[in-house]
């Protein structure tokens, strides 16, 4: 099976703090994505990654950057937390870029900013 | 650009009865369609797909029908459990390319 993990499930943080988000999958796939989830908006994403060091934004990149340095894993990073990043983050993976593919996710972080 | 209808939520129903969460979409060129599932505190998994016009995908006792003319892919289930109580995602994908479009999510409560 594939399993897509999540470096936490609950995350607090302050105002102005830079975050780390880790997402790591284990089935060797090509695409990465980061999404965030929040209630009546559905999911949007944040940025996705097609291969190692390549990186792509999505509809809603402003206060995130990534980082795919490995295969396996892609972290989202927020420089500078601000209250309005308070929501579900959630990671996905799929096995290439060619379409009809479902993404695999992860179980998601709860992060809120304070 | 590419976009997705999906019905408000939440759905409550009684165990055995019948579910239709409505989906529409617009798109460029012919996407796969997809439905999500998300139950209390996981993440998204596949509930099942269709890939071209016509097709239907069918899972756990759901089943939906790619419908080119009305770009719907409507999910149904002839009688739903309390298990079947989750949010469910409507999700076309950008045709030829692995990068998905998802409703807001409809919640489906289902009372025994």
């Known amino acids: 099976d594939v399993k897509v993990t999540q470096s936490s499930r609950y995350l607090v943080k302050r105002t102005g703090e830079k975050v780390f988000l880790e997402c790591v999958q284990d089935?060797?796939?090509?695409?990465m994505f980061w999404y965030r989830q929040d209630p009546g908006l559905g999911l949007r994403l944040i940025y996705f990654s097609y291969d190692v060091k390549m990186k792509e934004k999505g509809d809603i990149p402003e206060g995130y950057s990534v980082s795919r340095e490995k295969k396996e894993r892609f972290s989202l990073i927020l420089e500078s937390a601000s209250t309005n990043q308070t929501s579900m983050y959630l990671c996905?993976?799929?096995?290439?870029?060619?379409?009809?593919?479902?993404?695999?996710f992860g179980p998601g972080t709860r992060l809120t900013v304070t | 650009g590419d976009s997705v209808t999906q019905m408000e939520g939440p759905v409550t129903l009684s165990e055995e009865a019948f579910l239709t969460i409505n989906c529409t979409y617009t798109?460029?060129?012919?996407?796969?369609l997809f439905w999500y599932v998300q139950y209390p505190g996981e993440g998204l998994q596949l509930l099942l797909k269709a890939t071209k016009a016509d097709d239907k995908g069918s899972n756990k006792g759901f089943e939906a029908t790619y419908r080119k003319e009305t770009t719907s892919f409507h999910l149904e289930k002839g009688s739903v459990q309390v298990s079947d109580s989750a949010v469910y995602f409507c999700a076309p994908e950008e045709y030829n390319f692995n990068k998905f479009y998802f409703g807001s999510g409809t919640k489906l409560n289902v009372k025994p």
């Open positions: 996905a993976s799929s096995l290439s870029s060619g379409g009809r593919d479902e993404q695999y």
């Open positions: 798109a460029t060129g012919y996407p796969s």
């Open positions: 089935m060797d796939h090509e695409n």
